[in-house]
């Protein structure tokens, strides 16, 4: 079993920053690709950015320019450095992960969701 724990959310000023983590912890072979998606109030969950056990990323154009993903594998943690925010990005932030097992079985994993406010 693998569990994803978020942290990092909270309330911030627009104009202003927040870093996300996610850190993935259990029965761990390897790890393809971490993401994160949110979701507001009334909306359906959306990707915000994605990125590969090789480093590559991609974002969504909502976020582009202002989000940066990164990962360190050797902790098996995900991060979501965000600038620039806005009252749109309020929203509760997920982080996924493309857990491999021994047997080279893909799960994928989700985290419980952490909250990020932008005020306005």
């Known amino acids: 079993q693998v569990q994803l724990v978020e942290s990092g959310g909270g309330l911030v000023q627009a104009g202003g920053s927040l870093r996300l983590s996610c850190a993935a912890s259990?029965?761990?072979?390897?790890?393809?690709?971490m993401g994160w998606y949110r979701q507001a109030p009334g909306k359906q969950r959306e990707l915000v950015a994605g990125?590969?056990?090789?480093?590559?990323?991609n974002y969504s154009d909502a976020v582009k320019g202002r989000f940066t993903i990164s990962r360190d594998n050797a902790k098996n943690t995900a991060y979501l450095q965000m600038n620039s925010l806005k009252a749109e990005d309020t929203a509760v932030y997920y982080c996924?992960?493309?857990?491999?097992?021994?047997?080279?079985?893909?799960?994928?994993?989700w985290g419980q969701g952490t909250q990020v406010t932008v005020a306005s």
């Open positions: 996924t992960a493309n857990v491999r097992d021994s047997y080279n079985v893909l799960s994928i994993y």
């Open positions: 259990g029965i761990i072979f390897s790890i393809d690709a």
């Open positions: 990125i590969t056990n090789n480093g590559d990323a």
